[in-house]
Nanobody
Framework: QVQLVESGGGLVQPGGSLRLSCAASGFALDDATIAWVRQAPGREREGVTCSNDGLTYFQPSVKNRFTISRDNAKNMVYLHMNDLKPEDTAVYYC?????????????????WGHGTRVSVSS
């Protein structure tokens, strides 16, 4: 069955960086659209980024600070986060869409991980 397991969250100071990882199993990652979604305390889930076949979407607040990447050989998805701000504090979820497009943007995807918590604070 499809499984997504995130890791790499933690506490970081404003201006710092983190790399989140998502280990995927049960399907071939190179056929899928990859995405990250986050949920801040007391708020609804919001799309962070979505990528497939060279086309990538970003939420405006993270553009130029976050990047998404994949390693199809290892079935891994990554979210590289730079210049982190307190408003980036949230649980971050890896998500997969079996459609070869970001039609599910911002939060309507087929499979989800359980999330990893990121806290940005001094």
């Amino acid at each position: 069955q499809v499984q997504l397991v995130e890791s790499g969250g933690g506490l970081v100071q404003p201006g710092g960086s983190l790399r989140l990882s998502c280990a995927a199993s049960g399907f071939a990652l190179d056929d899928a659209t990859i995405a990250w979604v986050r949920q801040a305390p007391g708020r609804e889930r919001e799309g962070v980024t979505c990528s497939n076949d060279g086309l990538t979407y970003f939420q405006p607040s993270v553009k130029n600070r976050f990047t998404i990447s994949r390693d199809n050989a290892k079935n891994m998805v990554y979210l590289h986060m730079n210049d982190l701000k307190p408003e980036d504090t949230a649980v971050y979820y890896c998500a997969i869409d079996l459609r070869r497009s970001c039609a599910g943007w911002p939060t309507n995807y087929h499979y989800w991980g359980h999330g990893t918590r990121v806290s940005v604070s001094s």
